[in-house]
């Protein structure tokens, strides 16, 4: 059974920053791409960033020059540096993996629960 796990979220002042963490257990062979993503009551879930094996990074234009994603391969983990947040990236955060569990088989993709970021003004 694979599982991914999120933590780090929380209430924040706009200005400050917050450090998102998300692990990957379970029986994995292999992971490709990891991302977050976001969705603020009312609106659509949608990218903040993903980063592929390597350096390939992906971001939305919204959070470009704030928040940096990373990962470690060795933890199967994903993070998520967040600066200079403002009352508009308050959201469920939501971590997603492309995985490929044991025994082999096909690319799956796995959510995590989400946790919560808010932002104060």
């Known amino acids: 059974q694979v599982q991914l796990e999120e933590s780090g979220g929380g209430l924040v002042q706009a200005g400050g920053s917050l450090r998102l963490s998300c692990a990957a257990s379970?029986?994995?062979?292999?992971?490709?791409?990891m991302g977050w993503y976001r969705q603020a009551p009312g609106k659509q879930r949608e990218l903040v960033a993903n980063i592929i094996s390597g350096e390939n990074t992906n971001y939305a234009d919204s959070v470009k020059g704030r928040f940096t994603i990373s990962r470690d391969n060795a933890k199967n983990m994903v993070y998520l540096q967040m600066n200079s947040l403002n009352v508009e990236d308050t959201a469920v955060y939501y971590c997603k993996a492309n995985i490929r569990p044991l025994p082999l088989s096909a690319l799956y993709r796995y959510w995590g629960q989400g946790t919560q970021v808010t932002v104060s003004a």
């Open positions: 379970g029986r994995i062979f292999s992971i490709n791409a």
